[in-house]
Nanobody, 123 residues
């Protein structure tokens, strides 16, 4: 599976932005997926995860209530809607896919990573 995240950009604090992750090569419906982010000087962290059909989701405490992860398996695409953005949300956002949910939850041993997209929250 080849993954590509896109849709990042510059947004003001309090604003909204949606990023997407498009897949090619294989159908995404066979994979658990997640969004990760890495800010300058910080370790990569899991932001959100979603199960195969999208019926269950997980969020880091720092984004709970502000971010929404979803997927459209027919379009082979995963989304992350980010609302009420804060400067501390500034990071490169990566999408990932794996056959096992625990790999996404742990954040390592993941089968497929996409190239990231930069989200900058600044006035």
């Amino acid at each position: 599976v080849q993954l590509q995240a896109f849709g990042g950009g510059l947004v003001q604090p309090g604003g909204s932005l949606s990023v997407s992750c498009a897949a090619s090569g294989r159908t995404l419906s066979a994979y658990y997926m997640g969004w990760f982010r890495q800010a300058p000087g910080k370790e990569r962290e899991l932001v959100a995860a979603i199960t195969l059909s999208g019926d269950s989701t997980y969020y880091a405490d720092s984004v709970k209530g502000r971010f929404t992860v979803s997927r459209d398996n027919a379009k082979n695409t995963m989304y992350l809607q980010m609302n009420s953005l804060k400067p501390e949300d500034t990071a490169v956002y990566y999408c990932a896919a794996d056959s096992y949910l625990h790999a996404i939850q742990r954040g390592y041993g993941i089968d497929f990573w996409g190239k990231g997209t930069l989200v900058t929250v600044s006035s």
